[in-house]
Every structure is written in C-alpha cells, then in structure tokens.
C-alpha cells in the first residue's frame, strides 16, 4: 500500500493527508444574465494577470553594457586632459627627479591596472586603462624631448620616435588580447613613416620599410592569434605599398626612356614594389596579379618614349605575350595571366581608336556630294603610326578576350575584327577607296547570316563609297543583294525597299539620267518589291521611299501629276492582285483622282463636273459590282459616296454661281432619273439623294419668285398650315377619348 500523500494545510500550517484537506469550489459558469444592480458577485476575486517571473521585461533606457562602456571612455579622455594640464602648468615647477616619477609612475601605474583588469576579465576597463597608459606614453616622449634626454629630436624626428615607442609599446600589450593596442600599433607606425620622409628625405625607402614591418606585424599578429591586428596591420601595410607603387609610377612615367629607367634607376621603386608584392603572393595568391602587371608596365614603358609606332608595337607585343601565355600555361584564366592582359588590352584598345579615328578624318576629306568617278584615292600623307598595327591590334584583341573569357568566339567574331582592322589599315594608305568599299562589302555579303555584322559591314561600305557615284552604287547593291538572302528576317525586309530605291536612284545617276526622270523608275522598282514580297514592313519603308523619290524628281504640276498617276495605278495594282490588300485601292483611288485635279488645274479648268465626276463614275461602278456579286446588301453604304460625289459639287455650283443654267438643268434632269429609276429598283440610296438633291434645287429656283411674293400671302398660307395642324391634332385627341371611355366600360 502506497503511502499517504501528505500535503501543508493553509490555515494552520500543519502537515495532514492531503484527501483530508478541503477542495475549493469550482469557478462559477459564465452566465448570460445582463449585469445590473443585483447581480450576483463571483466567488473568488480574479487577480490581474502578472509577467512570470522569468519572462524577459521591456527594455528602457541605455543597454546595460553600454554603461561602463560610456563611464569607462569619458574616465579615460580625463585622466589623459588631466595629465597633460599637469605638464602644461607643473613641468617647469618639479625637477628632474620629479618629473622621472611622474611620468613613470603614471604610465605604470595605468599599464599595469589595465592588465590587471584584463586578466580578471573587465575587459572595457582594461581597453580604458591601455589607451591612457599609451597616450601617457606618448606624453612622455614629449616630455623626454623638452628635457632634452633625446637630444636634438624635434618636429618629424620627435613624431618618427614617438610613433616607433608607441608602436612598440602597443605590440607588448599582445598578450592581452585588447583591442585598442591592436588598432594603435598599426596607426603609430604609420605617423612615423609620414614623420620619416620628412625627417630623412628618401620618399621611396621609407613606405618600402614601412611595408615590410607593416606586414611583419600583421604576421606577428597572426602568429600569437590576435583577433584585429592582422587586419589594421595589413590594411596599413597595403596604403604604404600603394604609396610606394604609386610614386614609382610617377617617377618611371616622367623618365620613361631605357636610360632613364634602368641606368639612372628611375625604375628602382616601382620594381621595389613589385618585388614586395611578388613576396606576399606566398601567402596571398592575387599579389601575384599586381607583380605581372607592374613588371609589364616597366618593361613598355621604355618604348612609350618614342611614340607612334614603337609605342603601339611595344603595348602590342605586351598583349601578345600576354596571350600565349595564358593560352599555353595552366594558370591561362588565373587573374596573374588576366590583369595584365586587361591592361594590355587597354592600351591596344586606345590605339586601335587612335587609329581608327585618324582613317575616319582621312575618309572624311573626301566626304560627298558625290561627283567624283571611281578612280577616287585616299590622302598620301603619312600616318601617326603604322597603319598595320590597326589590323594586329583588332586580331590581338578578338584573341585576347577569347583567352580572357576562356570560351571560343564565333567565327563572325573574327571576320568583323579582320575587317575592322584591315579597313582601318587601307584608310590610312594611299589606296584607291574602292579598294576599302569591297573589303567593306565582300566582308558583310560573306557574314550575311550573322545579320547584325553583316549589317553593319554594308552600311560602313555604303558610307565610305559616298564620295563616288560609281562605288555609292556599288556598295548599294551590295546592300540589296545582302536583304535579299536574309529577306526572312524583319530588319532585312523593312531595309531592302530603301536600299532598293537608292540603288536604282544612284543607277540612274551614274547614267546622267535627269533627276526628273528618276521618279518614275523608282516607283515602278519598288512596286516589284512590294508586290514579290507582301509584308507590311516592307510596303510601309516602300510607301515612304517612293514618297521620297517621287518629292526629289517632282519639278511642276505636270510631272506632279505623273508621279500621282504613276503612283495611283501601281497602288491599285497592288490592291487587285494581293488579296489581303483590297483597302489600299481606296489609296489607290484618291491618288488617281489627285492626279486628274492636278492636271486639270494646271490646265485653267474651273468646271466641278471634271473633277468629281470621273472619280463618282469610278465609285459607282465599283457599287454596282458589289450589288451585282451581293444582291441583298443594302444600296445606302454602297452607292450614296459616287452619288454625293456626282450630285452635290454640281449643287453647290448651281446654288452659289448659276442657278438657271443648262447645267441646272442637267442636274434637275438626273436628279428625277435618280428618283424613277431607284423607285422602279426599289434602292433606297438613288431616291433619297435626287430626292433631296432635287428637292433644294427646285426651292433654289423658287427663291426669285418668293421674295416678290406680298407678306399677306406669305402670312395666309402659314395661317393656313397652322391651322390644319391644329384641326387634326384635336381630332386625334378625340379619336383617343373615345377609346379611352370604351375600354372602360368592357367588363
């Protein structure tokens, strides 16, 4: 049998079977009864709820570490004002003696509390007390100067010395492991490097030294497991290299000469930082980027001195090299084969621009109008440099980003540097320019499935061709024959119309065709095109060319009116023959009709009738086609425009200029045909235009006659009308009365 569970009673205290203790009432059922005056009170008050005890509290105010912290700083920038207000307003009052146990008693004092503090584990304290006890350091040094202990040291020399004792005492508080000596040590030693160039004059071996121990310490660092020193170390180390490096390139670019680099040993500072660099790819693989590149750099720089053409040979081999190396060794896509490759490329580059620009002012003196036959020859004068390193650079560049980015480039990748290069190399010789052009074309017709290149290519060749006729029409053909073999593509399609119609425009000038007489085979070329290959982007450039042509040769009302016959008929042509494209015969039309009213008003006819009735006659009967294949399709949209247009110029004219005339006549006479003959068809359009037509034709006749009418008559016969109106307007409405009352009285 289990022993008895004993349990601790709440009103005495003592210990009794915890079965024997009395169990509190259960919390009463929530009850829906409305609160009120009587309603009945819980058992139990309910307590407000309360945190648990280890639940966390809201935070306020500052962190609790952050005060020790901000204590701790404040306690350390005090002692440090303190004592030097101490030296400032005391030093001349103590002795030698006194001044000693100061400033060594107070530097101790704070050095050897701090790593006091730092062993017992408050380390905020111990960074405090480290920082005053290095700037009580520092005060020493001064105050060891000003007693003249270390002798003549003043200005740079004091700072150079104090940075190194400095430095050295934040090393000897490594074992610590605090921060602060970390982040001074590094920060001292670099004081004393600015202070030394000042102090000893060699503005080369002073970052060079101050690199080498820079990188020391950081190692050091890394030996004892320091956290921070490492870094601040050799991110000072890496500033002192750059200014070494940085003021070696200087002096090597301002005596750049073999003599000037090696003999007066110019160069010695820049190769001093390569050799530093090269030392630390031991540990730090990408130094060795930065040594290639540096030794690069020194050995063009020797050929920079001449300029033009040794220059560009020497940036030129560098690339070279640069690239069998990196396509022969292991290392070929490492970043010590391509940084020095980059900066090779960077300077060919420049060089294939400074090329390319002057054989683009060299083709620019020849610029158009062009006059001038085929036999047109490039400029003698000599170029800046060679002019077949232009053909090397663009290979050497094509082969260098194919290393760099270690994958193979497209074969139109090379056509297009080739050429590029090439052209470039023949702009700057005294060639004939057709000799650029066919490079230039033979090139974009042989790439023609790579489209962008291709296209370019044929653009250039057309471009350069401008200043001859002969090779202008060359090129253009050649730009023709290349949209024909990708004419499935877009770009291609929408280019040929153009193409197409400056071939033919600068055929026909290389003929001695008049500009007149262009016009015309223009539009007859491109209706061809058109109509061989129906897509909208082609019809749309070929529209706009034709525009263009037909506005160049256009030299009065007469050939303006060619033009738009022309013009006219190859639309409608086109509208006939494509079935996609029945709307354009309503273009087709109206430039037909413009071509007629262009004539005739060239030729003093001021009759309305010539100019709408051929185009109404044309309307007509293109509605009674539509009549005839569609019999049940309403005669309103089909034949009311050709009537409008038949009828209502002729009316305008009657009613403004003639209106008793023959031609009166004539319309009053078709206006009735229009009438009987829509009535006898059963149309609703012939009716109701020579119904109306009519119908303001005859009150145009009556006009004459009703204002010599008297008012009384006028004046009766509105009587009249009104009052017939108002008679039949009552007798509906008794007619409605009537049927109102019978519909009330069914059941």
Do not use: K, N
Not at 290 to 304: E, I, K, Y
Not at 718 to 746: H, I, N
């Amino acid at each position: 049998m289990s022993p008895t569970a004993l349990a601790t009673c709440p009103t005495c205290g003592s210990h009794v079977p915890a079965a024997r203790l009395p169990h509190p009432p259960a919390p009463p059922a929530p009850s829906a009864a409305p609160a009120g005056p009587h309603a009945p009170l819980p058992a139990y008050p309910v307590p407000a709820p309360t945190a648990a005890p280890g639940s966390p509290r809201p935070r306020r105010g500052l962190p609790t570490p952050s005060v020790p912290a901000l204590l701790l700083g404040l306690g350390a920038l005090c002692l440090l004002v303190a004592a030097v207000a101490f030296l400032a307003v005391a030093w001349s009052a103590l002795g030698i003696g006194g001044r000693t146990a100061v400033l060594v008693g107070l530097t101790g004092a704070t050095a050897g509390l701090g790593v006091v503090l730092a062993r017992r584990g408050l380390r905020v304290a111990a960074e405090a007390l480290s920082t005053v006890s290095l700037g009580l350091l520092v005060l020493d040094v001064v105050g060891a100067a000003a007693a003249g202990w270390l002798g003549d040291a003043s200005g740079s020399g004091l700072v150079c010395v104090a940075g190194v004792v400095l430095a050295a005492a934040a090393l000897a508080w490594l074992p610590t492991g605090l921060a602060a000596p970390q982040v001074v040590a590094p920060l001292a030693l670099g004081v004393a490097a600015l202070a030394a160039v000042d102090a000893i004059g060699h503005p080369h071996l002073v970052p060079a030294a101050a690199t080498v121990v820079l990188a020391a310490v950081a190692g050091l660092g890394v030996l004892v497991g320091a956290r921070l020193l490492p870094w601040t170390a050799g991110s000072a180390a890496a500033l002192c290299w750059g200014w070494l490096a940085l003021g070696g390139l200087v002096e090597a670019a301002a005596y750049p000469s073999l003599a000037g680099l090696w003999l007066d040993r110019h160069a010695l500072p820049l190769a001093t930082a390569a050799a530093l660099l090269a030392a630390s790819a031991t540990g730090w693989r990408p130094a060795l980027a930065g040594t290639t590149t540096l030794l690069t750099l020194l050995a063009v720089l020797p050929a920079l001195d001449g300029g033009g053409t040794p220059a560009g040979s020497a940036v030129l081999a560098a690339l070279v090299a640069w690239t069998v190396v990196g396509l022969v060794s292991r290392v070929g896509t490492s970043v010590a084969v391509r940084l020095p490759l980059a900066v090779s490329a960077v300077g060919a580059g420049l060089l294939l621009v400074v090329l390319s620009v002057e054989a683009t002012a060299r083709l620019l003196l020849l610029a158009p109008p062009a006059t001038a036959g085929v036999a047109v020859r490039l400029p003698a004068e000599p170029a800046a440099s060679a002019p077949a390193l232009a053909i090397v650079a663009a290979l050497a560049l094509a082969a260098a980003y194919a290393v760099g980015s270690a994958r193979p480039l497209p074969l139109s990748v090379w056509l297009a540097a080739g050429v590029l290069g090439a052209t470039t190399t023949f702009a700057l010789l005294p060639v004939p320019l057709a000799v650029v052009v066919a490079l230039l074309a033979g090139a974009g017709l042989a790439a023609v499935r790579t489209h962008l290149v291709a296209g370019l290519l044929l653009l250039a060749a057309d471009v350069v061709a401008l200043p001859s006729e002969v090779l202008t029409t060359g090129a253009l053909a050649a730009l023709v024959a290349g949209c024909v073999l990708v004419l499935d593509r877009a770009v291609a399609a929408a280019v040929l119309p153009a193409a197409a119609a400056a071939f033919v425009w600068s055929a026909l000038a290389v003929l001695d065709v008049d500009t007149a007489h262009r016009g015309v085979p223009v539009l007859l070329v491109l209706a061809a095109v058109a109509l061989l290959r129906p897509r909208p982007e082609l019809e749309v450039v070929a529209a706009g060319a034709g525009a263009v042509a037909a506005l160049l040769a256009v030299t009065g009302p007469t050939s303006l009116a060619l033009h738009l016959t022309v013009a006219g008929a190859l639309v409608t042509t086109h509208a006939l023959l494509v079935a996609d494209r029945r709307a354009l015969g309503w273009l087709g039309g109206l430039l037909l009709a413009a071509a007629t009213w262009v004539r005739l008003a060239d030729l003093g006819v001021t009759a309305p009738e010539a100019y709408t009735l051929p185009s109404a006659t044309a309307l007509l009967l293109v509605g009674l086609a539509h009549l005839r294949r569609h019999p049940e399709a309403p005669t309103g949209p089909v034949l009311t425009p050709g009537l409008l247009l038949a009828t209502v110029p002729t009316l305008l004219w009657v009613l403004a200029v003639d209106p008793v005339s023959l031609r009166a006549a004539l319309l009053g006479a078709a206006c009735l045909a229009l009438v009987l003959g829509g009535t006898s068809l059963r149309w609703s359009a012939p009716v109701s235009v020579g119904w109306v037509v009519g119908a303001l034709l005859v009150l145009r006749e009556l006009a004459p006659y009703a204002a010599a009418t008297p008012q009384w008559i006028l004046i009766g016969v509105a009587g009249t009308a009104l009052t017939v109106v108002g008679v039949t307007w009552e007798r509906r409405l008794g007619e409605l009365r009537r049927a109102q009352a019978y519909v009330g009285r069914l059941r």
